[in-house]
């Protein structure tokens, strides 16, 4: 698919809308809530993917499923205006309020910021709810005690602003999406994951990195591809012919 959107053909946009359009749909909904366009925006999204400007397959050679939409996520979030917080917060004050966090800790506070409550965030994270709130309640005042300014809502407020910014501060120690990966489907060494760890606990470009990958993985697992004819507004919105059946197909489809 990757190569055939590449080179524009229309099979890879008929398998991105029909495969990813319900992931682009729960992304804009979970994150642009109070847009209100519906499916306009789901529409825009998907002209805006098949521009020149595009880069989610520019540099992103045929890879698994899992890492394709965590680039696709990354290309959906980032056409998202940052809304102006009430209270700004930038990603070094958070990192220096939070530094006394395990990584667990970490990430569970983070999925505030991805707008997750306790219990999408325990269910991602195969820990309990309580578990989810009490850490979320630590970091609060971690933060409160850190900031001139601050509100109950201050991480989720910052949340597109903070995730834009972790994203941008990788280095080349930094773990890839297979490494990630291997970790969350348990095929990494303890003596790998402890090495990991080491790094993720300073880096908040990993943390970030690991709860979006395990977003990721909760997308994919509730993703249901349309029909095409529920596919049919977008594939006229992007001119993609629809592939019809042979006649021969047509023939044993009524048997």
């Not at 569970?108 to 578990?131: G, K, L, V």
């Not at 979320?136 to 409160?144: I, S």
């Not at 760890?197 to 943390?207: G, Q, S």
């Amino acid at each position: 698919m990757v190569r055939d959107c590449r080179a524009d053909l229309p099979q890879g946009w008929r398998y991105l809308v029909t495969t990813y359009t319900p992931v682009i749909r729960r992304l804009l909904a979970h994150y642009a809530p109070s847009a209100g366009d519906g499916e306009a925006g789901v529409e825009r999204v998907l002209l805006g993917l098949r521009l020149p400007a595009s880069s989610l397959f520019q540099s992103l050679d045929p890879a698994p499923e899992r890492w394709f939409v965590a680039e696709l996520r990354q290309a959906v979030l980032s056409a998202l205006p940052a809304p102006e917080a009430p209270v700004s917060l930038d990603l070094e004050t958070l990192a220096g309020a939070l530094e006394p966090l395990t990584v667990v800790e970490k990430v569970a506070a983070w999925f505030e910021t991805m707008h997750y409550d306790d219990a999408a965030t325990a269910e991602m994270m195969r820990i309990s709810p309580a578990t989810a709130a009490k850490v979320r309640a630590r970091a609060a005042e971690l933060l409160r005690g850190k900031s001139d300014a601050w509100n109950r809502t201050l991480l989720a407020d910052n949340g597109l602003a903070l995730g834009r910014e972790a994203a941008a501060s990788g280095g080349k120690d930094c773990a890839s999406p297979k490494v990630l990966l291997d970790i969350l489907d348990g095929r990494t060494t303890w003596q790998g994951r402890e090495v990991l760890e080491r790094h993720v606990t300073a880096c908040w470009h990993c943390v970030d990195h690991y709860a979006r990958m395990m977003e990721v993985i909760a997308l994919l697992r509730a993703n249901r591809p349309l029909t095409d004819a529920e596919a049919a507004p977008y594939f006229r919105a992007l001119g993609v012919t629809v592939e019809r059946p042979s006649p021969w197909k047509r023939l044993f489809a009524r048997r």
